[in-house]
């Protein structure tokens, strides 16, 4: 057990709709990264919180769209959600200190389907 | 961040030492080597990290070549649940740091 948690653990939404996922960190922790792993592949980097703000994006458009919270949470949207964003969702959280990026630790994940 | 290269699958025979080898020849001397496990559907795990020390932990021991362009993940005594993929990740530490996980090895451990 790493002490983060994600909610939901399932969804199903449909084509166009918005989705909310939510990830708390583990104790002390103070950076968030979002990961979505498709069916059969390796997870591939969303992007990362640190102090409420983005910092550090991968190659995803700007319809995933993320919050980090003064409690160090964090969540995850996707508006005009498409079949091929059908995945499981992790959140991995760490701790920042100076110049130093910590180990990331990850929930369980949340799995998506959309149909 | 350095690529990084496994083989696809491995097998190991219950109770036998898991040798798992990367290769990661472009990686630059202020990154890390970070092995990830994941089981079926769930969260990556951590395994253990290093810089160019060997490490060892509870779970695994991590060999580092003098050059750093390859490593070797060691399960001293794989059991069944040791079955899973496994990731080997070459990563800096600045802000935003991410981790680029390739396709890994499929570790399976049998009876």
């Known amino acids: 057990e790493t002490g983060v948690t994600q909610s939901p653990t399932h969804l199903i939404k449909t084509r166009g709709q918005q989705v909310t996922l939510r990830c708390s960190s583990q104790?002390?922790?103070?950076?968030v990264s979002w990961y979505q792993q498709a069916l059969g592949q390796g997870p591939q980097f969303i992007f990362q919180y640190y102090r409420e703000e983005e910092n550090g994006r991968g190659n995803f458009p700007p319809r995933f769209s993320g919050l980090q919270f003064p409690n160090y949470s964090s969540e995850l949207n996707v508006n005009a959600l498409e079949l091929d964003d059908s995945a499981l969702y992790l959140c991995a959280s760490s701790l920042w200190q100076g110049r130093v990026s910590g180990t990331q630790y990850f929930g369980p994940g949340t799995r998506l389907l959309v149909l | 961040d350095a690529k990084t290269t496994q083989p696809p699958s491995m097998d190991c025979a219950e109770g036998r030492a898991a040798n798992l080898p990367c290769n990661h020849s472009?990686?630059?001397?202020?990154?890390?080597v970070y092995w990830y496990r994941q089981i079926h559907s769930q969260g990556p795990q951590y395994i253990i990290h290093g810089l160019k020390n060997n490490e060892t932990n509870e779970m695994a021991s991590l060999i580092i070549t003098e050059d750093r362009k390859s490593s070797t993940l060691i399960l001293p005594h794989a059991t069944l649940r040791d079955t899973a993929v496994y990731y080997c990740i070459v990563r800096g530490t600045g802000t935003a740091s991410k981790l680029t996980f390739g396709t890994g090895t499929r570790l399976q451990v049998t009876l």
């Open positions: 472009t990686i630059s001397g202020n990154e890390y």
């Open positions: 104790s002390g922790h103070n950076t």
